[in-house]
């Protein structure tokens, strides 16, 4: 059948096109469902025209993997909550990176067999060419930083962990990892390959993901996460290259892109460059930090619900906090009374608001929040001078305005939603806690803002009541 490898060929073109096609889609909330369905129609296209390559083996090993992978992804799926979205993102995509990783060590091992062969006389296949060789090593070493770093990034996300874990000079120990890992790497790709040597370079390579992600707090997580799924990207398309791949190559190449310009963005928001990111000590602060005067003032919701019924502009400030209580549908009920009232509502989004990014957008959007009523930072900013009630649920890092005033602050320099200068502030939280950074909010104690304590559902659910009560 020598029409068999143009036909797999084409398949892989026309699963790449529905990679591209997918992202694309991906880029409006109005088509992002959809571009999640092609994109995944085109990676099964992928996968079914692999098992007809001529050289395949063990087809019923992949079948049966397959459908464990399958049968977990969509059992995790069903069940996951928006809540714990993040940290499922983190896993998945740490899946990836390893699956990188383990192509690139049964390449290596291989390499070192067909080069025991050859010495033997006894080769019956080539071993890999030094570009090969070198593309294997770069990949291993991304995938497997990224799948442990990814797997830390799960458990801090899952509370297993301590958000931050820091040592005296845990850069350059860090820095000491990453070259020893680089430096076995290159005697890898020189031809001094042994499985005693590949052994040590994925050890190096999956202690430095470990020790790189250890000191990162949770206010980083939304950079964190899109940095590792670039990097998984990028591993996959090396070892596609290694493989001959088209579908890996195309794919992890548009994984890697979209994920590095989404980090640019993320670190953008955050007032980082990309070499703190990979290497700084994520929310360290600088000096000793800024004493915040006053006092907590609370609100009861009968008194938010009037002040938020008789307000011309309202900017609602959803957080992690809303997600935690799955109080989207809630709020966005509070909204809709609003709007009958007359009121001019929107929702504004931060870009790192929540534990990964777009996670609010995703919450809105399951609640049916129309796309016309988000606004994101930059476009709603200029807006809160003459807001006359910004109501933040569940939102902490992002208002506060200590990254504008604090040098020593943690999130200093950090853009945010500039809450503070809306006229009147509504802050619905459990209690007088920090934030998932661990930051003393300067907002919470400002004259304008008053404190509705309780958790987020039932807060909006009262505020839903209160305006009802006022319609009657």
Not at 94 to 115: C, D, F, K, P
Not at 305 to 325: F, L, S, T
Request: aromatic share 8%; hydrophobic share 55%; net charge neutral.
């Amino acid at each position: 059948m020598s029409w068999l490898p143009t036909v797999i060929k084409a398949c892989y073109f026309i699963a790449a096109l529905l990679f591209i096609l997918g992202l694309k889609r991906m880029s409006s909330p109005r088509t992002a469902r959809g571009g999640i369905v092609w994109a995944g129609y085109g990676m099964l296209l992928a996968v079914l025209a692999t098992f007809f390559l001529p050289d395949m083996h063990n087809r019923g090993l992949i079948i049966a993997a397959v459908l464990i992978g399958v049968s977990a992804a969509w059992w995790s799926g069903k069940r996951v909550a928006m809540t714990a979205m993040p940290q499922m993102v983190a896993l998945y995509n740490g899946m990836g990176g390893g699956a990188a990783a383990a192509i690139g060590a049964v390449e290596l091992i291989g390499h070192v067999r067909h080069l025991a062969l050859l010495q033997a006389g006894a080769a019956t296949l080539a071993p890999l060419t030094p570009v090969e060789l070198a593309l294997g090593v770069l990949g291993a070493l991304i995938g497997a930083v990224s799948f442990s770093g990814s797997l830390i990034a799960f458990a801090k996300l899952q509370g297993w962990l301590d958000r931050r874990f820091v040592f005296p000079a845990q850069r350059a120990v860090n820095l000491l990892l990453l070259a020893a890992a680089v430096l076995v790497g290159i005697a890898l790709a020189s031809g001094y390959a042994s499985v005693p040597l590949i052994a040590l370079f994925f050890a190096l390579a999956l202690l430095f993901g470990l020790m790189m992600t250890l000191p990162i707090g949770g206010a980083d997580m939304p950079v964190v996460i899109s940095l590792y799924n670039a990097f998984t990207g990028l591993a996959v398309a090396l070892e596609g290259f290694v493989l001959g791949n088209e579908a890996m190559i195309i794919a992890g190449t548009v994984v890697g892109a979209a994920g590095t310009l989404l980090t640019q963005l993320m670190a953008k928001a955050m007032n980082r460059s990309i070499g703190n990111v990979l290497f700084g000590s994520f929310g360290a602060a600088a000096g000793e930090a800024q004493t915040i005067d006053g006092a907590q003032k609370p609100i009861d919701a009968s008194d938010a619900a009037v002040m938020m019924a008789y307000a011309e502009r309202v900017v609602i400030v959803p957080g992690y906090g809303m997600a935690v209580a799955q109080a989207q549908h809630k709020v966005w009920e509070f909204a809709q009374l609003l709007i009958k009232r007359g009121v001019k509502v929107k929702f504004a989004i931060h870009p790192v608001a929540g534990r990964m990014p777009g996670h609010m957008n995703v919450l809105l959007a399951e609640a049916g929040v129309p796309y016309d009523l988000i606004a994101d930072m930059d476009e709603i900013n200029p807006e809160f001078p003459a807001t006359d009630v910004a109501l933040v649920i569940g939102a902490n890092d992002v208002v506060n305005p200590l990254a504008r005033t604090d040098p020593a602050s943690p999130i200093y320099g950090m853009p945010i939603l500039d809450v503070s200068n809306a006229k009147h502030v509504i802050v619905v939280k459990r209690g007088k806690g920090t934030g998932f950074a661990g930051i003393e909010n300067a907002l919470f104690y400002a004259d304008n803002a008053r404190m509705l304590y309780g958790d987020g559902q039932a807060a909006a659910g009262q505020l839903v009541n209160e305006l009802k009560t006022l319609d009657d």
